[in-house]
C-alpha cells in the first residue's frame, strides 16, 4: 500500500489543523493506521492509532483531549484532528499502515506498521 499524507501547514498556536493520509493499493480496510511525528533532534513519537475498522482508537498521552484519529474506509483515507495546537507539536507528521498488533509495551501504539507516507510538516508558532 502507498501511503500519501497531507494537511499539513503553519499555524498559531491554540490553532486546528486536519491531515489526511490517502491509500492507494491494496485493500485499505485491512490496515490498522497510525499517526507518528519527529520533531527536529528527537526520535520519532508515536501519536495515534485506529483498528481498521474505526471502532478503536488509542491516543498518546502527550496530545490525549487534544487530537483526535478517525478514518473512511470507502475514501481510503485516514485523519488526524489536531485541536489546541502548542509550539511543541511542531514536527514532520507521518502515517502508517500495518495489519499486526504490537509485542510488549504501547509506547508505539497497538500495531506494527509495515508501510509509512512521506510525512507532512507541521509547525506551530507561539
Known amino acids: 500500500v502507498q501511503l500519501q499524507a497531507s494537511g499539513g501547514g503553519l499555524v498559531q498556536t491554540g490553532g486546528s489543523l486536519r491531515l489526511s493520509c490517502a491509500a492507494s493499493g491494496r485493500t485499505f480496510s485491512i490496515y490498522h493506521m497510525g499517526w507518528f511525528r519527529q520533531a527536529p533532534g528527537k526520535e520519532r513519537e508515536f501519536v495515534v492509532d485506529i483498528s481498521r475498522s474505526g471502532g478503536s482508537t488509542y491516543v498518546a498521552d502527550s496530545v490525549k483531549g487534544r487530537f483526535t484519529i478517525s478514518r473512511d474506509n470507502a475514501k481510503n483515507t485516514v485523519y488526524l484532528i489536531m485541536n489546541s495546537l502548542k509550539p511543541e507539536d511542531t514536527a514532520v507528521y507521518f502515517c502508517?499502515?500495518?495489519?499486526?498488533?504490537?509485542?510488549?509495551?504501547?509506547?508505539?501504539?497497538?500495531?506494527?506498521?509495515?508501510?509509512w507516507g512521506q510525512g507532512t510538516q507541521v509547525t506551530v508558532s507561539s
Open positions: 502508517a499502515a500495518g495489519t499486526r498488533l504490537a509485542l510488549g509495551t504501547l509506547v508505539a501504539g497497538r500495531y506494527e506498521y509495515d508501510y
